[in-house]
């Protein structure tokens, strides 16, 4: 097999020990890329481990996430690490298990497919045969390229694929640790920065005297250019530092954001990079064409735990703990910065809130090995407060959507012309120049513009713009503005829940030109069986026959994508009450992931998307002031609390033997739509900006 | 050097000689190296820094030092083996699990005062808090879990 048909975490570190590691213990060490950002990843690769080995999961443990012992799977995003990081993992023990088969056969004369394996055990014929992975593993070279040439294990086969097995790090984080954030270490000093409150402003002047007052205790206030960090032994002192030094610090030369700025529209005004496929709409004289305008404001990532890292620089060698997504994204971006080898930088993985993309982790990660790189030999934990995490993570970028059809003869759309309006998604946007810090310190190098790609296959800020429904033509009109007012990168889905959001919103219109129930209009177009299979359950869970006439108050609306149109499938029912507010009382959700590792971990992330969806849908918008972000907290900032969250059902429909695939997301867009549409039922009127609130309910009813 | 604070840490007698404004958080967290309250936003937004002082809910982050002399302080480490935790587990309740140590402290005062909490109830008492990942539908059955497991007769 040629090393391109290998999936790409394992043809970029095909080393089989690079993997896995039998220990003289008795244990074996799986070491993975991806990381646990709150997703259950570690725990599904163990049981991909488990099967393909037959280990005992007790008997493994996970390295995740490490620039010494792990490989590099570049990032852990976009719903990949079971598709590509699992597959990898997959090919890996079963090339393992033969060389181990293999050396057993030799040991003991007999021919290979006379041995099983059971709890790592060599067995012929079902009886022990004294020999397992760890008598062996002294034998057995597992320094050589994985060639891909062993089959894995049929699903017929799986013990431990499949079933619901418990988080391994749940229960260290119900006894009070598991985080980056607990880190200890001795002589461990802590860190805050005060930040630029405005890309390239220029500290003017910081009364130190006053902040050492307020601080109250001993506090270092080291400063390179306009980076300022606030170093103590006191948490508290450094904290208090940090809190006054935002009102102590004078600065110049701030490019000032104005409120309408945070708002989608605004960017329809800026300049563009035009960018266009697919062939322009055929002239469909005489019949219906109508269009419609969809938006979303600016997101924040809001991890519900500030960012954070632990740096700590001993004789040339700089350590670092961080929540990042990528480790050795990282540790390019600081040897850029630092003027390091990356080989003098070792950056561990270590757990932090759930971040659902690209948030502060990286730029906090920085600030960390700035500071430690100015105190060597002392352990460094920097933290950001609240209002750094708010005011300068990057944001999932506002989108402005405007769709265009004509309705054929049979009332389903002939074509469709999907325009977008949007900032970067993704792009270059961990570089080490991109960083905070780098722009900072003093001399920094040119911050690089984002790359995004137009391209609806996977797609950033057009993921998902094209349809997945058998629609004649489609044309896409992506009008990306490389600079928007705010720093913005990848954010859970990036622009698939605003493109899906529009589009089912859309639909739901046409079908009603149609005389058409939303559901049939759907069917009419979806040829996938597994497509319609997920749309057809998700209605009747949710009794869509009992759907009435619009205007009660009271709504049901369905939503459905196939993320990135090659990822997981879902189709959402939502049924809404309007009254001074919009509330989600119940969401019915029927989804197919193909092969399943863990279904309960699986659920936990649809209905996890369906909650943070919603919780977008209603409330949720980065406001904008004149000196930067000005929703700073969660009183500004408010997300969906305990007393709004709906009543879910999800079921995870079975295929048959098919590929596992991502399903991080695939919520996401089916639950906004079924929101959107679930209130256009029970308004009879609808409402296409996010957030939904009081206002634009009753603009929609006026 | 200041006279020490005394209190009930998770069933433990500390005197902490900490500066009596310092928040209980820290102390908790810095002195005390219970690590399960968690800064999340310093301003009683958010409940991941939850505690119970005297059996009752109270944010760690704004709460000093000074306020607890003589009380007891209960974080999620002295909850080990509580139907809270159990039930949590059970349910798989969290995705990330930066919340939770809050959550359980809140949900155990619950129990304490409501053996058999409504849907409704649970929600209500679990306000103060916030998920991001939206854990909520698992913890709102967890609790409910909880509640249930104490109120059966012990094995």
Same mark, same amino acid.
């Given at each position: 097999m040629i090393p391109n048909a290998l999936p790409k975490s394992l043809a970029d570190n095909p080393m089989l020990d690079r993997w896995l590691h039998f220990r003289p213990d008795g244990r074996l060490r799986v070491a993975v890329g991806k990381v646990e950002i709150g997703q259950g990843i570690t725990t599904a690769l163990a049981q991909i481990a488990a099967d393909e080995l037959d280990v005992p999961l007790a008997r493994i443990d996970m390295l995740s996430g490490d620039t010494e012992q792990a490989p590099d799977e570049g990032s852990t995003s976009s719903s990949q690490s079971i598709e590509v990081g699992g597959a990898s993992l997959r090919l890996a023990c079963a090339e393992v298990r033969a060389l181990f088969v293999a050396e057993a056969a030799r040991a003991l004369n007999c021919p290979p497919d006379a041995l099983a394996i059971a709890h790592g055990a060599i067995t012929r014929a079902g009886r022990p045969t004294g020999q397992s992975y760890w008598t062996l593993a002294p034998r057995v070279a597992l320094h050589v390229a994985a060639t891909g040439a062993v089959a894995p294990k049929p699903r017929a086969a799986h013990a431990v694929i499949g079933r619901s097995i418990a988080r391994r790090d749940l229960p260290a984080k119900l006894a009070g640790g598991g985080f980056v954030h607990d880190i200890q270490l001795p002589g461990m000093r802590h860190a805050r920065v005060l930040r630029q409150p405005r890309p390239d402003a220029r500290l003017a002047r910081l009364d130190e005297a006053a902040l050492r007052k307020a601080a109250g205790g001993p506090l270092d206030i080291l400063r390179r250019g306009d980076f300022v960090a606030l170093v103590a032994d006191s948490e508290t002192v450094a904290r208090r530092a940090a809190i006054a030094a935002t009102t102590l610090a004078v600065w110049d030369g701030l490019t000032p954001l104005a409120p309408e700025m945070a708002e989608a529209g605004w960017l329809r005004s800026q300049p563009s990079d035009d960018r266009t496929a697919g062939p322009p709409p055929a002239a469909h004289s005489g019949l219906l064409r109508h269009q419609a305008s969809y938006s979303r404001p600016y997101i924040a990532h809001a991890a519900l735990g500030p960012s954070c890292a632990v740096a700590w620089l001993q004789g040339g060698q700089l350590t670092l703990w961080s929540h990042v997504q990528g480790v050795y994204i990282l540790r390019q971006a600081l040897a850029e910065v630092l003027h390091l080898d990356?080989?003098?930088?070792?950056?561990?993985?270590?757990?932090? !809130?759930?971040?659902?993309?690209?948030?502060? #982790?990286?730029?906090?990660?920085?600030?960390?090995?700035?500071? !430690?790189?100015?105190?060597?030999?002392?352990?460094?934990?920097?933290?950001?407060?609240?209002?750094?995490?708010?005011?300068?993570?990057?944001?999932? $970028?506002?989108?402005?959507?405007?769709?265009?059809?004509?309705?054929?003869?049979?009332?389903?759309?002939?074509?469709?012309?999907?325009?977008?309006?949007?900032?970067?998604?993704?792009?270059?946007?961990?570089?080490?120049?991109?960083?905070?810090?780098?722009?900072?310190?003093?001399?920094?190098?040119?911050?690089?513009?984002?790359?995004?790609?137009?391209?609806?296959?996977?797609?950033?800020?057009? *993921?998902? !713009?094209?349809?997945?429904?058998?629609?004649?033509?489609?044309?896409?009109?992506?009008?990306?503005?490389?600079?928007?007012?705010?720093?913005?990168?990848?954010?859970?889905?990036?622009?698939?829940?605003?493109?899906?959001?529009?589009?089912?919103?859309?639909?739901?219109?046409?079908?009603?030109?149609?005389?058409?129930?939303?559901?049939?209009?759907?069917?009419?177009?979806?040829?996938?069986?597994? =497509?319609?299979?997920?749309?057809?359950?998700?209605?009747?869970?949710?009794?869509?026959?009992?759907?009435?006439?619009?205007?009660?108050?009271?709504?049901?609306?369905?939503?459905?994508?196939?993320?990135?149109?090659?990822?997981?499938? !879902? =189709?959402?029912?939502?049924?809404?009450?309007?009254?001074?507010?919009?509330?989600?009382?119940?969401?019915?959700?029927?989804?197919?992931?193909?092969?399943?590792?863990?279904?309960?971990?699986?659920?936990?992330?649809?209905?996890?998307?369906?909650?943070?969806?919603?919780?977008?849908?209603?409330?949720?918008?980065?406001?904008?002031?004149?000196?930067?972000?000005? $929703? *700073?907290?969660?009183?500004?900032?408010?997300?969906?609390?305990?007393?709004?969250?709906?009543?879910?059902?999800?079921?995870?429909?079975?295929?048959?033997?098919?590929?596992?695939?991502?399903?991080?997301?695939?919520?996401?867009?089916?639950?906004?739509?079924?929101?959107?549409?679930?209130? #256009?039922?029970?308004?009879?009127? *609808?409402?296409?900006?996010?957030?939904?609130?009081?206002?634009?309910?009753?603009?929609?009813?006026? | 050097m200041n006279e020490p604070t005394r209190f009930i840490a998770n069933g433990r007698a500390v005197a902490v000689a900490d500066d009596p404004a310092t928040p209980l958080l820290d102390v908790l967290r810095n002195t005390l190296a219970i690590t399960g309250p968690r800064y999340g936003c310093g301003q009683e937004l958010c409940g991941a820094c939850m505690v119970l002082v005297d059996g009752t809910p109270s944010y760690a982050c704004t709460r000093e030092l000074w306020s607890v002399a003589g009380r007891t302080v209960t974080t999620v480490e002295g909850l080990a083996g509580h139907a809270v935790i159990a039930a949590l587990l059970a349910e798989q309740a969290g995705q990330c699990g930066y919340c939770l140590s809050g959550i359980a402290v809140s949900a155990a005062a619950l129990l304490a005062s409501n053996a058999e909490p409504s849907r409704t109830a649970i929600a209500a008492a679990l306000e103060p808090h916030l998920c991001r990942c939206g854990s909520q539908p698992r913890v709102l059955r967890a609790v409910a879990r909880a509640a249930a497991a104490l109120k059966a007769p012990a094995a």
């Open positions: 990356a080989g003098a930088i070792t950056v561990h993985h270590a757990h932090g !809130a759930g971040c659902y993309g690209h948030n502060g #982790a990286d730029d906090a990660a920085l600030d960390a090995a700035v500071i !430690a790189t100015l105190l060597p030999g002392t352990p460094i934990r920097l933290l950001w407060q609240r209002e750094d995490e708010f005011g300068f993570e990057p944001l999932g $970028s506002a989108m402005s959507i405007r769709l265009e059809a004509t309705l054929g003869p049979d009332g389903l759309p002939a074509d469709l012309l999907s325009e977008i309006w949007s900032a970067p998604h993704v792009g270059n946007t961990r570089a080490g120049a991109n960083l905070l810090a780098t722009r900072a310190l003093p001399n920094p190098p040119p911050a690089i513009a984002s790359n995004e790609s137009s391209n609806p296959d996977p797609g950033a800020g057009t *993921r998902n !713009a094209a349809p997945y429904y058998a629609i004649p033509e489609h044309r896409l009109l992506h009008h990306f503005i490389p600079r928007g007012p705010v720093r913005t990168s990848s954010l859970r889905g990036l622009g698939a829940l605003p493109n899906v959001f529009a589009l089912e919103c859309f639909l739901d219109e046409l079908a009603a030109f149609s005389h058409t129930d939303p559901l049939d209009y759907r069917l009419a177009m979806l040829p996938d069986p597994r =497509a319609r299979a997920v749309l057809s359950r998700a209605a009747e869970m949710a009794g869509w026959a009992r759907r009435g006439p619009s205007g009660s108050g009271t709504g049901l609306g369905l939503g459905f994508s196939r993320y990135k149109n090659r990822a997981g499938y !879902a =189709a959402v029912v939502a049924e809404v009450v309007v009254e001074r507010e919009v509330r989600v009382a119940r969401v019915w959700c029927a989804a197919d992931a193909g092969l399943v590792i863990n279904p309960d971990g699986l659920i936990n992330q649809l209905e996890g998307g369906i909650v943070q969806a919603a919780s977008w849908v209603l409330k949720e918008q980065v406001a904008f002031e004149a000196a930067g972000i000005a $929703s *700073r907290n969660w009183d500004s900032y408010p997300i969906l609390r305990f007393s709004e969250i709906p009543e879910i059902r999800t079921e995870l429909l079975d295929p048959g033997d098919q590929p596992p695939l991502g399903v991080g997301e695939c919520t996401m867009g089916p639950t906004a739509g079924a929101i959107g549409n679930a209130v #256009a039922h029970a308004l009879g009127a *609808r409402i296409r900006d996010m957030p939904f609130t009081r206002e634009r309910i009753l603009a929609a009813i006026g | -």
